[in-house]
Nanobody, 115 residues
Framework: QVQLVESGGGVVPPGGSLRLSCVGS????????MGWFRQAPGKERELVAS????????NYEDSVKGRFTISRSAARNTVYLQMDSLKPEDTAMYYC????????WGQGTQVTVSP
């Protein structure tokens, strides 16, 4: 059974850091395109960062370039999102997605950036 479980969210002040984790089960996260998305209240869900499969091509949304880093561990079957220099506008629910034969989503983890 394919499942994605996110963790690592929390409340941090502006300029702080968080590392989100997305643990996969039932498949290998290294073999499929994976992505982190976020959705703020009243806004549409948007792609934050993505990593392709074998070639591991990485893409970032413009506002997070230079601050966020996506990576994955085959040994832990986990996709990470390292978030540095956080801003209040980064506040959102963050979701992990895997593109297998169809899309699979995690339940989300809340990130709040506030003084």
């Amino acid at each position: 059974q394919v499942q994605l479980v996110e963790s690592g969210g929390g409340v941090v002040p502006p300029g702080g850091s968080l590392r989100l984790s997305c643990v996969g089960s039932g498949f290998s996260v290294s073999n499929y395109p994976m992505g982190w998305f976020r959705q703020a209240p009243g806004k549409e869900r948007e792609l934050v960062a993505s990593i392709r499969d074998i070639r591991a091509q990485i893409n970032y949304e413009d506002s997070v370039k230079g601050r966020f880093t996506i990576s994955r561990s085959a040994a832990r079957n986990t996709v990470y999102l390292q978030m540095d220099s956080l801003k209040p506008e980064d506040t959102a629910m963050y979701y992990c997605k895997g593109d297998l034969w169809r899309e699979f989503w995690g339940q989300g983890t809340q990130v709040t950036v506030s003084p």
